[in-house]
């Protein structure tokens, strides 16, 4: 029993540092959060900064062509639902963003629609258009459930999903952040 007491004893100024540390962490967690919401709050560059707001929401999309009975063209790039988009089977296949002012790019994130066939976005190239043709940003040949695309804020004002060769294409959502 003597020796449960003298142990208990020894651990306590160590479990009272732990909780201190702990306490320690939370208030500079707290602090730091306060200050984050108090800039966003005060700044609207604070605010893109922390929390970049969804291009495509407000983008033009057009698709190469469409699924009977599907939209070719919106404002707005995604749904609620499994599916945003449905291109025919055709040669390269695409769906173009226009943005209302040139952005600078640094990702693009793409939802692949959780029902079925997503092979079918195989290979997927996320591409810039511009006066002078395209360029290449990213592309992807494995299966994808969301996959986000580092484009180094690239600036154009267009933007191109295309599946090269032939085949479909169909996607839930198009997300782009500056």
Known sequence: MLVARRMKEAAEPIRDLAWGAAWLVLTLL???ALLVGASCAVSASARAY???PDLAALARWQTSTTYPGGPQSGL???SPGPLFFHTLEQQDASIVLTFQRTVAIRRV???NR???CQERALPLNVETLGPKGHRLLCQRRSPFDRWTC???GVRTQA??????GTGTLHLARIEVFE
């Open 30 to 32: 707290f602090a730091a």
């Open 50 to 52: 922390f929390f970049p």
């Open 76 to 78: 707005g790039a995604g």
């Open 109 to 111: 994130r793409i939802t």
């Open 114 to 116: 959780s029902d079925c």
């Open 150 to 152: 580092d484009a180094d």
């Open 159 to 164: 933007l191109r999903i295309r599946h090269p």
